[in-house]
């Protein structure tokens, strides 16, 4: 079974730090592209980060560029997303997918988890 799972999300602090992983099973993440999206209440789904198979390019919303760092752990088949500095405009659901590069990520073929929900709030 293939099977994508995000993990870490919960309730926050404005200015509060979180960190996201996406772990794989039934295949490798070694080949593939990696993005993390989120979506909040009555709001599209938004790009928020991606990294290339081989960790060498990473890309950033301008939103949360500064406060996100998206980093990959290919020997645990897991990839992070460490949040910072995190604002109330950030409270959504955080989904990551898997795609073969970073130009196709967020297709519904893609390989996506069941998402993790992020609430920042005093």
């Known amino acids: 079974q293939v099977q994508i799972v995000e993990s870490g999300g919960g309730l926050v602090q404005p200015g509060g730090s979180l960190r996201l992983s996406c772990v794989a099973s039934?295949?490798?993440?070694?080949?593939?592209?990696i993005g993390w999206f989120r979506q909040a209440p009555g709001k599209e789904r938004e790009g928020v980060a991606c990294?290339?198979?081989?960790?060498?390019?990473?890309y950033y919303a301008d939103s949360v560029k500064g406060r996100f760092t998206i980093s990959r752990d290919n020997a645990k088949n897991t990839v992070y997303l460490q949040m910072n500095s995190l604002k109330p405009e950030d409270t959504a659901v955080y989904y990551c997918?898997?795609?073969?590069?970073?130009?196709?990520?967020?297709?519904?073929?893609?390989?996506w988890g069941q998402g993790t929900q992020v609430t920042v709030s005093s």
């Open positions: 990294i290339s198979s081989s960790g060498g390019t990473t």
């Open positions: 997918a898997a795609a073969p590069n970073c130009r196709r990520v967020g297709s519904p073929g893609d390989y």
């Open positions: 039934g295949f490798t993440l070694d080949y593939y592209a």
